[in-house]
């Protein structure tokens, strides 16, 4: 079946370090990927997306890129700032069975990003 | 501004009560869902409804029940047949389409 797989966190950054979190999926067929940021105790927000192969989603300086020939969508981003700090989710969606979307969410990544 | 509220923030019940959590949508969204979050773990998802009146079972749906009588509203019961309550809920919409989901800031239930 479908599935995301994220790299084991948590990842540990200095202010102003690059951040990178791998993320591959398995799906038939030709789904969107999402990522999705959750700060302490709260809900999760979308951060970006891409909908079809070599789109590259990005907001507030993230990005990923749909990588269909190696069935990834990493998350980077160039300097990463304290406020950073949270568990982000990928994910990927593709159509269900009984009509609408599916969406299969990774187990998260914890970043810590140091003074 | 439009969003989904989630109600309340903490809830604490004894064991072999049911309790109900509020989920509340204004942005005109057909399709709601409820997951659960465990510690350290990724999202599971409870419910879902794509219209009013119709809903389906998730992956994990045993323990819980749902309805949707109204667009805005989907409401999560969490039974006493429920073996292991204590957890993390949250509720998301989404609009027609693939556009991901909006999610609410989340319940957190522990059963004593």
């Known amino acids: 079946g479908d599935s995301v797989t994220q790299m084991e966190g948590p990842v540990t950054l200095s202010e102003e370090a690059f951040l990178t979190i791998n993320c591959t999926y398995t799906?038939?067929?030709?789904?969107?990927l999402f990522w999705y940021v959750q700060y302490p105790g709260e809900g999760l927000q979308l951060l970006l997306k891409?909908?079809?192969?070599?789109d590259k989603g990005s907001n507030k300086g993230f990005e990923a890129t749909y990588r269909k020939e190696t069935t990834s969508f990493h998350l980077e981003k160039g300097s990463v700032q304290v406020s950073d700090s949270a568990v982000y989710f990928c994910?990927?969606?593709?159509?269900?069975?009984?009509?609408?979307?599916?969406?299969?969410f990774g187990a998260g990544t914890r970043l810590f990003v140091k003074a | 501004d439009g969003g989904i509220t989630q109600s309340p923030k903490y809830l604490f019940r004894k064991e072999g009560q049911n309790v109900t959590l509020s989920c509340e949508q204004n942005?005109?969204?057909?399709?709601m869902y409820w997951y659960r979050q465990d510690p350290g773990q990724g999202l599971r998802l409870i419910y879902y409804?794509?219209?009013?009146?119709?809903?389906q079972k998730g992956d994990i749906a045993e323990g819980y029940s749902v309805s949707r009588e109204k667009k805005e509203s989907f409401p999560l019961t969490v039974t006493s047949a429920q073996k292991n309550p204590t957890a993390f809920y949250l509720c998301?919409?989404?609009?027609?389409?693939?556009?991901?989901?909006?999610f609410g800031s989340g319940t957190r239930l522990t059963v004593v």
């Open positions: 998301a919409s989404s609009e027609e389409g693939d556009n991901g989901y909006t």
């Open positions: 799906a038939t067929g030709y789904p969107s």
């Open positions: 891409a909908t079809k192969a070599d």
């Open positions: 994910a990927l969606s593709t159509p269900g069975n009984t009509g609408g979307f599916k969406t299969i």
């Open positions: 942005l005109n969204h057909d399709a």
């Open positions: 409804s794509q219209i009013v009146n119709d809903f």
